[in-house]
């Protein structure tokens, strides 16, 4: 989720769900203190990933080969907020990114060649 008016600050905030496919530079735990004039009674923690994201166009890659060839903005998510791990693969200039949440993990090579596989098993 981000804020859809994260470049409007003058808005109030309003959650928009996004597909976003990154780099993950490091992990950082961080202890919010109880805030009263926030209605926040206790000391609550989390998990931050900073996360150097890919530019996609917010494009989903377990529907339909995503290509990249750059990196984006870094940013901060609260890793409950990550739903999976994907992989990606380098063809000519670009990245293809390979999502297998779905199991659509063939999108990314749809067009390309897929190479002749020798099987050592008796019974193929």
């Known amino acids: 989720m981000i804020d859809e008016y994260e470049d409007n600050p003058g808005r109030p905030a309003r ?3 996004t597909v976003n ?3 993950v530079q490091s992990y950082i735990y961080v202890t919010l203190p109880a805030t009263p004039w926030l209605k926040i009674n206790r000391d609550s923690t989390a998990i931050l990933a ?3 994201l890919c530019k996609t166009d917010g494009q989903d ?5 995503v290509w990249y060839q ?3 903005k870094v940013r901060a998510f609260n890793i409950a907020t990550i739903d999976c791990v994907v992989g990606r693969i380098e063809v000519e200039n670009r990245w293809g990114i390979v ?3 779905f199991g659509l993990e063939h999108a990314v090579i ?8 020798e ?3 008796e019974n193929d």
Not at 61 to 65: I, N, Q, W
Not at 110 to 117: A, C, F, L, R, V
């Open 119 to 121: 099987s050592e098993d």
């Open 50 to 52: 900073l996360v150097t």
């Open 99 to 101: 999502d297998r949440s």
């Open 21 to 23: 496919y990154g780099q």
């Open 15 to 17: 959650d928009k769900r």
């Open 61 to 65: 890659a377990s529907l339909t080969p």
């Open 110 to 117: 749809h067009g390309m060649w897929e190479p002749d596989y």
């Open 70 to 72: 750059g990196m984006g």
